[in-house]
C-alpha cells in the first residue's frame, strides 16, 4: 500500500540548518509530484511547499521561501526539505503528501492538492 | 498568502447535520473550483475527505459533502456520528501556484 515515512526531525538552535527526508513506498515515485506541510504545536496546518514529479517546477510559502528548499532523488524514491536559517516559528511537526493526481487541477496543469499524507516528524528550533 | 477563515468551533448532536464555511478571496477559493477538505483526528495526520470542491475519494463516507458559492466554500456532514468529532481544514489551490488552508475547525458531537 501507499506509504510515506518521514525522518530528520531535531532539536536544532535557531540560525541552524536541518534536512527532513520522506521516502516513499507502494506507488511509482518518479510520478507524482510531492508536498510539505507544517503543523505547529496546538495549531492548524501551514502549506510549506511543493515539487513537481519531475523537479521541473517548485513553488513555496513566503514564510519559508528563501530559507527552504524542496528537492527528491526519484531513483531513491525520497523528497527532501533543507531548512536553512531556522527560526523558532519554524518549530512544527512536518508531513509530506503525496499530490492528488485525479483532482481536475492536475488535468489543468496546476498544483493538485495533498492525497496521502505521512505520520510526520517533528521539528523543534530552540537555544 | 492570508489563511482562509473558518469558524474555530462547531458542535451538533448525533443524527444532526453540521456545516462549516472557509471563506477566502478571489484569488483562492473565489477563483478555483479546487477547495479541498481534510479531517485530523487528535496525534494523527490529515485525511482527505474532500477534492474539488465536491468530490469525495474512494473510501469517504457520502455523509461529507462540499459546496462553495463566491469566495465562500462549505463543508456538511449529515447524520453525526460520535467518530466525526474531530478537526477540519479547508484548504485553497491560489493564484500563485501554492496552496493555504484555513485556520481549522474543531467539531464537537455533543
Known amino acids: 500500500q501507499v506509504q510515506l515515512v518521514e525522518s530528520g526531525g531535531d532539536v536544532v538552535q535557531p540560525g541552524r540548518s536541518l534536512r527532513l527526508s520522506c521516502a516513499a513506498s507502494g506507488f511509482s515515485f518518479s510520478s507524482f509530484g510531492m508536498h510539505w506541510v507544517r503543523q505547529a504545536p496546538g495549531k492548524g496546518l501551514e502549506w510549506v511547499a511543493v515539487i513537481w514529479y519531475d523537479a521541473r517546477n517548485k513553488y513555496y510559502a513566503d514564510s519559508v521561501k528563501g530559507r527552504f528548499t524542496i528537492s527528491r532523488e526519484n531513483s531513491k524514491n525520497t523528497l527532501y526539505l533543507q531548512m536553512n536559517s531556522l527560526r523558532a516559528e519554524d518549530t512544527a511537526v512536518y508531513y509530506c503528501?503525496?499530490?492528488?493526481?485525479?483532482?481536475?487541477?492536475?488535468?489543468?496543469?496546476?498544483?493538485?492538492?495533498?492525497?496521502?499524507w505521512g505520520q510526520g516528524t517533528t521539528v523543534t528550533v530552540s537555544s | 498568502q492570508s489563511a482562509l477563515t473558518q469558524p474555530a468551533s462547531v458542535s451538533g448532536s448525533p443524527g444532526q447535520s453540521i456545516a462549516i464555511s472557509c471563506t477566502g478571496a478571489s484569488s483562492d477559493v473565489g477563483g478555483y473550483d479546487y477547495v479541498s477538505w481534510y479531517q485530523q483526528h487528535p496525534g494523527t495526520a490529515p485525511k482527505l475527505i474532500i477534492y474539488d470542491v465536491n468530490n469525495r475519494p474512494s473510501g469517504v463516507s457520502d455523509r461529507f459533502s462540499g459546496s462553495k458559492s463566491g469566495n465562500t466554500a462549505s463543508l456538511t456532514i449529515s447524520g453525526l456520528q460520535a467518530e466525526d468529532e474531530a478537526d477540519y481544514y479547508c484548504s485553497s489551490y491560489t493564484s500563485v501556484s501554492t496552496w493555504v488552508f484555513g485556520g481549522g475547525t474543531k467539531l464537537t458531537v455533543l
Open positions: 503528501a503525496r499530490i492528488l493526481r485525479y483532482s481536475s487541477a492536475w488535468y489543468s496543469g496546476l498544483v493538485p492538492p495533498m492525497d496521502v
